[in-house]
């Protein structure tokens, strides 16, 4: 029984007693590179009508599965990806299921996470190019756009696939198989996918256009081969109407990767000017900036009041105050902090064209932040209720440990 636990197939209450994790769930088994099971994912059974039961929920990590390092269906696929040089990437494992099933045999799917830097590596060893097919959804073009970045930093040749109107892969591959081959060999090159993705084509004045083709510089600037570069500029002049002079003259201007930060933005100033702010916690370093942000910028004023989904009720009063300009009296711990965001906002490094993006990273984040802080609570409700032995409270309470730590 302690192996079962160490397996994360079940929960060791402090009475001694054990709670199956899958309880009610079809069970899918997770391999690791080798074919060997390491983990499992359970999908709720089809007759289960309580609305707080989470479709899926995957082991935790253990000792022998590290989901950020494993690809599913890897040791299936690995052969026919070293074959074709290629790796098809999905987000889910019904996409990987559905396509390998329909004779696309070099897929592999992230199962649920992002994409990492091990993930890419894996491949990297055996394949040179890899097609993005991620889920037709706003998370998919986010998703898209991270794994961009990093399959290009590990030098692959990256390719994006339109799935039109099916909402995923799995969706394509089960309706119309000959459809999602077309859609695979349509793919096109990342570079040419940010055009459309940053508004290219749909600006409709030359302040639209600055702001899609320093994104898309951004991007090209980043690419490390010169002929690549070149390359990628000559179709940009084209589809622009600039010439590549003017290109080249204002890709000296744009930072590398300033589309997409990949750590929350301070200036090197901002870490000299205030002890302060070292001092703050992840979160509120965060929240520093994001209400730096506001204070800096009307645009992005605008952008957070469209969205409070991320806003807790120990800072909404200094949400309100700087983002809705409401006139509300701080508690004294918020009205410090507010002084060290008016104090130092004018020092930050404000980029309006990508403002939206940078929120919508600084905000997911805070997301983030947030699960973290309700699954430590859900442990201490956990471990009061087996103290108590109020077993209904205790069953329910690990039902929505299991729902967040899968949706995580």
Same mark, same amino acid.
């Given at each position: 029984?302690?192996?079962?636990?160490?397996?994360?197939?079940?929960?060791?209450?402090?009475?001694?007693?054990?709670?199956?994790?899958?309880?009610?769930?079809?069970?899918?088994?997770?391999?690791?590179?080798?074919?060997?099971?390491?983990?499992?994912?359970?999908?709720?059974?089809?007759?289960?009508?309580?609305?707080?039961?989470?479709?899926?929920?995957?082991?935790?990590?253990?000792?022998?599965?590290?989901?950020?390092?494993?690809?599913?269906?890897?040791?299936?696929?690995?052969?026919?990806?070293?074959?074709?040089?290629?790796?098809?990437?999905?987000?889910?494992?019904?996409?990987?299921?559905?396509?390998?099933?329909?004779?696309?045999?070099?897929?592999?799917?992230?199962?649920?996470?992002?994409?990492?830097?091990?993930?890419?590596?894996?491949?990297?060893?055996?394949?040179?190019?890899?097609?993005?097919?991620?889920?037709?959804? %706003?998370?998919?073009?986010?998703?898209?756009?991270?794994?961009?970045?990093?399959?290009?930093?590990?030098?692959?040749?990256?390719?994006?696939?339109?799935?039109?109107?099916?909402?995923?892969?799995?969706?394509?591959?089960?309706?119309?198989?000959?459809?999602?081959?077309?859609?695979?060999?349509?793919?096109?090159?990342?570079?040419?996918?940010?055009?459309?993705?940053?508004?290219?084509?749909?600006?409709?004045?030359?302040?639209?256009?600055?702001?899609?083709?320093?994104?898309?510089?951004?991007?090209?600037?980043?690419?490390?081969?010169?002929?690549?570069? %070149?390359?990628?500029?000559?179709?940009?002049?084209?589809?622009?109407?600039?010439?590549?002079?003017?290109?080249?003259?204002?890709?000296?201007?744009?930072?590398?990767?300033?589309?997409?930060?990949?750590?929350?933005?301070?200036?090197?100033?901002?870490?000299?000017?205030?002890?302060?702010?070292? %001092? #703050?916690?992840?979160?509120?370093?965060?929240?520093?900036?994001?209400?730096?942000?506001?204070?800096?910028?009307?645009?992005?004023?605008? @952008? #957070?009041?469209?969205?409070?989904?991320?806003?807790?009720? @120990?800072?909404?009063?200094?949400?309100?105050? @700087?983002?809705?300009?409401?006139?509300?009296?701080?508690?004294?711990?918020?009205?410090?902090?507010?002084?060290?965001?008016?104090?130092?906002?004018?020092?930050?490094?404000?980029?309006?064209?990508?403002?939206?993006?940078?929120?919508?990273?600084?905000?997911?984040?805070?997301?983030?932040?947030?699960?973290?802080? #309700?699954?430590?609570?859900?442990?201490?409700?956990?471990?009061?209720?087996?103290?108590?032995?109020?077993?209904?409270?205790?069953?329910?309470?690990?039902?929505?440990?299991?729902?967040?730590?899968?949706?995580?």
């Amino acid at each position: 029984i302690e192996d079962i636990e160490k397996a994360g197939l079940a929960f060791k209450t402090q009475r001694g007693s054990y709670w199956d994790r899958f309880q009610n769930r079809i069970m899918f088994p997770l391999f690791n590179h080798f074919g060997k099971i390491v983990g499992f994912t359970g999908r709720v059974l089809p007759n289960e009508t309580r609305e707080d039961v989470g479709k899926y929920v995957n082991s935790p990590e253990t000792p022998i599965f590290n989901k950020s390092k494993l690809l599913f269906g890897f040791f299936l696929s690995k052969e026919a990806i070293r074959d074709s040089s290629q790796a098809i990437l999905v987000e889910g494992q019904m996409d990987f299921l559905m396509m390998y099933q329909a004779g696309f045999k070099n897929v592999v799917a992230t199962s649920g996470t992002a994409l990492t830097v091990d993930h890419l590596k894996a491949l990297r060893k055996i394949a040179e190019e890899v097609i993005i097919a991620f889920d037709n959804d %706003n998370a998919g073009q986010l998703a898209t756009e991270r794994s961009i970045e990093l399959a290009q930093k590990e030098d692959f040749n990256v390719r994006v696939a339109d799935l039109k109107d099916a909402k995923d892969p799995a969706d394509l591959a089960q309706s119309n198989p000959q459809e999602l081959k077309k859609v695979l060999a349509d793919s096109i090159p990342a570079i040419e996918y940010f055009f459309d993705y940053y508004g290219l084509s749909a600006a409709k004045d030359i302040k639209d256009k600055k702001k899609a083709i320093r994104s898309i510089l951004a991007r090209i600037k980043s690419i490390s081969s010169a002929v690549e570069k %070149n390359h990628y500029l000559e179709i940009l002049s084209n589809r622009s109407g600039f010439s590549i002079e003017v290109l080249k003259e204002e890709l000296q201007q744009v930072k590398g990767g300033e589309a997409l930060p990949e750590k929350v933005p301070s200036g090197n100033e901002l870490q000299e000017a205030s002890s302060e702010l070292k %001092n #703050l916690s992840s979160k509120g370093r965060i929240l520093y900036r994001v209400f730096s942000l506001a204070l800096s910028s009307e645009k992005a004023k605008a @952008v #957070l009041a469209e969205d409070e989904s991320w806003v807790e009720d @120990v800072f909404r009063d200094l949400y309100k105050t @700087v983002v809705k300009n409401e006139k509300i009296e701080l508690s004294p711990e918020l009205k410090q902090f507010a002084d060290l965001i008016y104090l130092q906002a004018s020092l930050e490094p404000i980029n309006d064209d990508n403002i939206e993006r940078e929120i919508a990273f600084l905000v997911n984040r805070l997301k983030e932040e947030a699960q973290k802080q #309700l699954r430590q609570a859900l442990r201490a409700r956990i471990e009061k209720a087996e103290a108590a032995g109020e077993e209904d409270d205790l069953k329910k309470a690990l039902e929505e440990y299991n729902k967040l730590i899968s949706s995580s």
